[in-house]
């Protein structure tokens, strides 16, 4: 019986603060008994669910953005620890100088990268982030149970992890970025991945590597769209405050 | 136009008054249906009309029978009591004649 309490109030947590007080008062007034309450908190949670998933940003969250980036920064992970390896290799001739600029490099736009997905993440899907991070961990535990290069390790598929979960945490609980600091993130970042391409392994040449570039790029600059909208919104107060009731009820 | 679970649940509301939340809802419309009624229907519901305007809501005080937790208190605005009255007159007039209704009974099957 206290397992189904327990139970309850883990499924509560899902719920608003102020509605999970209330429900779990109103059913512990009823008596209903532990495992009835269990399943009356759970069915209001699948509800709220639910209701969340009629709106478009959860689905843009899961599939349009974690499914699709979680492959890209996988390559990139493995591409930048195979650059160091063979880096490490070549270490006893010649100069490996601008090699390790170059990795540095990709790994800087790497982090950026996998930071303002997070962010937008975070930042668009706060209620279903669970379904978002799912998104991401399904791909990664489907190649790392693939994994077959014996020269890199198994975690070197998630090097973008790190900056991935800070993103999604400044997302949800850290200051909204500035329109000014978003667009000047979004053209750092666009330029280091430009240099990176311009002066990696395929130079111009390779356009897959080019398009996968454009694609990580692209929540950057749409945090900077974003960020630059509400700024001229927020010149109109009305539409801002509807705006902000609007972005806060997903 | 209402839907019939939000006019029960709006009729229950402003049957009770100041005694109106969650719990006490529930209890009232399992008495008038005969039929148990889930907590999540009457969040949802109560969540959907106070965005139509038609409930208001706000967090009462705890009680030692709740275990210290706070009530969700509601009330039913005019616009919801106008809506409720609506509803209530189109389900009465559309069942005049019907063979339950007020002048449907008195004829002979």
């Known amino acids: ?250 | 136009m209402l839907g019939e679970f939000e006019y029960l649940l709006i009729t229950a509301a402003a049957s009770l008054a100041d005694a109106a939340y969650g719990a006490a809802i529930r209890q009232e419309i399992e008495d008038a249906t005969q039929k148990s009624c889930a907590i999540g229907a009457i969040y949802t519901t109560v969540d959907r009309l106070e965005a139509k305007g038609l409930l208001r809501t706000w967090m009462g005080e705890a009680t030692p029978q709740r275990g210290g937790r706070a009530k969700r208190m509601v009330e039913v605005t005019p616009a919801g009591m106008k809506a409720a009255k609506e509803f209530y007159l189109a389900v009465e007039r559309v069942s005049r004649d019907a063979s339950w209704g007020p002048s449907g009974a008195r004829r002979p099957v």
């Open chain 1, 1 to 250: 019986m206290k397992v189904a309490w327990r139970l309850s109030e883990w499924a509560s947590r899902l719920l608003e603060p102020a509605e999970r007080e209330a429900v779990l008062g109103d059913l512990t007034e009823a008596g209903r008994g532990p495992l009835l309450s269990f399943v009356e908190v759970f069915d209001l949670v699948l509800r709220r669910q639910a209701g969340h998933w009629k709106n478009w940003r959860p689905w843009v969250a899961a599939f349009g953005i974690s499914v699709p980036t979680s492959f890209l920064f996988m390559g990139d992970s493995v591409a930048l620890c195979a650059g160091f390896v063979k880096l490490a290799g070549d270490a006893t001739g010649g100069n490996i100088a601008p090699g390790i600029m170059i990795l540095a490099l990709k790994a800087l736009v790497l982090t950026g990268w996998s930071w303002t997905c997070g962010y937008l993440v975070g930042d668009v899907s706060g209620r279903t982030l669970w379904c978002s991070i799912l998104a991401y961990g399904s791909p990664c535990l489907f190649c790392l149970s693939r994994f077959r290069i014996e020269s890199l390790s198994r975690s070197s598929l998630l090097l973008f992890v790190f900056p991935l979960a800070v993103g999604i945490w400044h997302g949800l609980r850290g200051p909204r970025v500035g329109s000014r600091m978003a667009v000047c993130a979004a053209s750092i970042i666009t330029l280091l991945a430009v240099i990176s391409e311009v002066c990696g392994p395929g130079g111009t040449g390779n356009a897959c590597s080019w398009i996968g570039s454009l694609v990580l790029t692209c929540p950057a600059w749409f945090l900077a769209i974003a960020s630059l909208a509400v700024t001229k919104e927020s010149a109109k107060p009305e539409t801002s405050l509807l705006e902000r009731e609007q972005h806060e009820s997903i």
